[in-house]
């Protein structure tokens, strides 16, 4: 019992067609293909319905020159459907085995070599593209035999206006020999690309035809538009002339009004005078653009399914990136349409027949397809994840890896160190290390000499009155301090009788006052502190504050010794008048 063979058109095929595949070329081009006859010029809704019942009847000359006309004309419908296109000639494929047998992965690998060494196979994905405009897209297989082998050696792009359904269903190539109702396409000579934006038949099912009422209505407002920006400023011009005057002073007459215009001057009798009315400026104009960004929405949204990405940034337009990133998920979900589309087909129609004339017909034919993937955001992911390692879920360091693609570190690789960050435990930050850092700053604390490892307190550094110096606190104090109740370690001007210096008194009052309110040492901390906290190493730190050394603001901080040294210096005086007194 045989086993009929069918096309990608659903007819039988002879067995003789299986044998060997056709290495004529049928679809030639000739020089008058490139000839069109302009049907965009002067349309007008009844031409354009008049275009489409041609193409309904099968006849579809003048709707794929008019289609081809339109995305010649008008940019924004060419733009709109390059994106479309460019988003899936731009992804990686891959051809995968249809089974898991060894006949199954030969065949993979036979058709695998043959796509990577296909030079212009992008540009012919491109080309059956078309079909999201058009409806359909027709390419030619060009195909060699040489040492009972069957090879692909191009694909030829076939005009949509050389394809008709004159009088039947499925397709037909006009050729050189049958101009009109053309020919049958031979079994596994043609791939013939579909593109079903609706239910309906080939003709009716590009996005062409939605797009060109609005493109029809556009023209009409982009005229309007041109016509009022030409006279747009200018005064109405009003010629007079007396009822005796001649022809000939008329006609004078209209063309001096005429020619006031562009060339701001012209002849006439005296008997005839011009008048200027100025006209009131309004915003008219906005008619115009209003009804052609309406036009371009509308494309956008027959297009891509959406407007907001294509009007973003666009004066007046109603886009925005946030909501484009919303409204970018129907666009993902239209690219993984045309990408299962856009495979299917050369599955069947182009690796089908090259498995075929090469393995036999039995023979498991691979799967091509797009790697499309939409974008995630792997921030949330992380956060994700970050919840559940807090939560105890145990996960794997390869998980992680393949999740978020970035590799696990191979033993003597260089560890990537984390920006170091040194806040207090209140928040402050200081000069010491924080009790509880990550390990990085473990490192850096190792790094630091003894006695620079004491964590202390932005907010602990105080002026000693007794010494003049300042001292810095601990940052918490120790255990047996607090269980001791002892006091703070007593300064040089606690007197053990309980006396007090009124000399020193004064200097202390005035230390008091300078920390009441802002330290003037705070703009130097606060460069040390920003040094700590981006510096690496006890090295990098040195660095660091070596170079920043000669931009310190110290304006604030001589004045306040400034003020101090003459206080110090009177409150001297004073006291050593009133001892001389005494």
Known sequence: MSVVIYDALGRPVETSATRRPDVHELAVVQVRDRWSNYPSNGLTPERL???????????????????????EKDAHLASQFQVRKLAVQGLPWEVTPRTETARARETAAFCRDFLEGFTDFEEHVLDLLDALAKGYSTMEILWETSAGQSRIRGLR?????????????????????????GIDPPPFKFVYHRYKARSGHDTRSGLMRVCAWMYLFKNYSIKDWVAFAEIYGMPLRIGRYEPGASRMDREALVQAVRSLGTDAAGVISKSTEIEFI???????????????????????????????????????????????????????????????????????????????????????????????????DLRAAAETYRI????????????????????????????????????????????????GAPKGDAKLRSALPPDARQPVRASALRFAPASGTLGTEPLEPSSSTESQGSSPPATANDSPAGASDPGQESVDAMADRMNRGESPLAPLFDAIFTAIEEAGSYEELLESVYAGYDTLHTARLQEALHRAVFAANLLGYLTAAEESRS
């Open 49 to 71: 319905a008049r275009i489409f019942r041609e193409a309904d009847h099968g006849d579809m000359l003048r709707q794929a020159e008019l289609f081809e006309e339109m995305e």
């Open 157 to 181: 792009w076939v005009h949509p206006k050389k394809v008709t359904f004159w009088d039947s269903v499925s397709p037909r190539i006009l050729t050189v020999e049958e101009p009109v109702r």
């Open 278 to 376: 100025e006209t009131q400026r309004s915003s008219s104009q906005n008619v115009y653009e209003s009804l052609a960004r309406f036009c371009d929405a509308q494309t956008s949204k027959a297009v891509l399914g959406q407007t907001l990405t294509s009007e973003a940034g666009s004066p007046g337009g109603t886009g925005s990136y946030a909501l484009g990133r919303v409204h970018g998920e129907v666009r993902h979900d239209l690219v993984a349409a045309d990408c299962r589309a856009l495979g299917k087909t050369i599955t069947q129609q182009l690796l089908g027949p090259l498995v075929g004339f090469n393995y036999g017909w039995d023979a498991p034919v691979p799967r091509f397809g797009f790697l499309f993937e939409p974008p995630e």
């Open 388 to 435: 559940l390692a807090e939560m105890g879920f145990d996960l794997s360091q390869e998980h992680l890896s393949q999740r978020f693609k970035v590799p696990v570190r191979k033993p003597g690789e260089k560890p990537l160190a984390a920006p170091l960050k040194n806040p207090d435990m209140n928040g402050a930050r200081g000069p010491g290390i924080r009790e």
